[in-house]
T-cell receptor, first 114, second 109 residues
Framework: ETGVTQSPTHLIKTRGQQVTLRCSSQSGHNTVSWYQQALGQGPQFIFQ???????GRGNFPPRFSGLQFPNYSSELNVNALELDDSALYLC?????????????FGAGTRLSVL | QKEVEQDPGPLSVPEGAIVSLNCTYSNSAFQYFMWYRQYSRKGPELLMY????GNKEDGRFTAQVDKSSKYISLFIRDSQPSDSATYLC?????????FGTGTRLTIIP
């Protein structure tokens, strides 16, 4: 177990709704990255948070937004859900003291958009 | 062209065989190279990482990176049925990781 926890594990939403996914990072880690993994594909980078600031963003529209809290936990918010948003959403934590991209993943939140 | 290319398989080998998994990448800025193992409906588990070129060994697993040819390899010795999973390679600079599509591996008892 990595110590990275995500909630909820599964979620079903309808098109146009909004969703919030949550992540608690591993103890001692100050950086959180979010990825989207479609079925049969590798994870795609959404964004990264370090010291409560966005620290890099992938090719995702602004309706994907996030937050990092002082305890380093994080949220991913997706507005105006589309059918193609159905995927496994993965949170990964790391520490800048070693390297931000030596990342440890949680089990993910499986989102289904109907 | 994708930044990280990986043969999706599927790959089936008998128990005890040596498994070779490979990726190529195109981004010269990559400094970190990772291998993750992902079981069905689970999150990726970090197996090994390498900084820059070279080899790294951990038990039955060996990771190799050749930056001159932009080639990443993972070798699994004495493969076990529990090694059956999808293996993801990834490269990165300072922040994000860029993943291949994953290779689905099955070890046949």
């Amino acid at each position: 177990e990595t110590g990275v926890t995500q909630s909820p594990t599964h979620l079903i939403k309808t098109r146009g709704q909004q969703v919030t996914l949550r992540c608690s990072s591993q103890s001692g880690h100050n950086t959180v990255s979010w990825y989207q993994q479609a079925l049969g594909q590798g994870p795609q980078f959404i964004f990264q948070y370090y010291r409560e600031e966005e620290n890099g963003r992938g090719n995702f529209p602004p309706r994907f937004s996030g937050l990092q809290f002082p305890n380093y936990s994080s949220e991913l918010n997706v507005n105006a859900l589309e059918l193609d948003d159905s995927a496994l959403y993965l949170c990964a934590s790391s520490t800048a003291a070693i390297a931000k991209n030596i990342q440890y993943f949680g089990a993910g939140t499986r989102l289904s958009v109907l | 062209q994708k930044e990280v290319e990986q043969d999706p398989g599927p790959l089936s080998v008998p128990e005890g065989a040596i498994v070779s998994l490979n990726c190529t990448y195109s981004n010269s800025a990559f400094q970190y190279f990772m291998w993750y193992r992902q079981y069905s409906r689970k999150g990726p588990e970090l197996l090994m990482y390498t900084y820059s070129s070279g080899n790294k060994e951990d038990g039955r697993f060996t990771a190799q990176v050749d930056k001159s040819s932009k080639y990443i390899s993972l070798f699994i010795r004495d493969s076990q049925p529990s090694d059956s999973a999808t293996y993801l390679c990834a490269g990165g600079g300072n922040e994000k990781l860029t993943f291949g599509t994953g290779t689905r591996l099955t070890i046949i008892p």
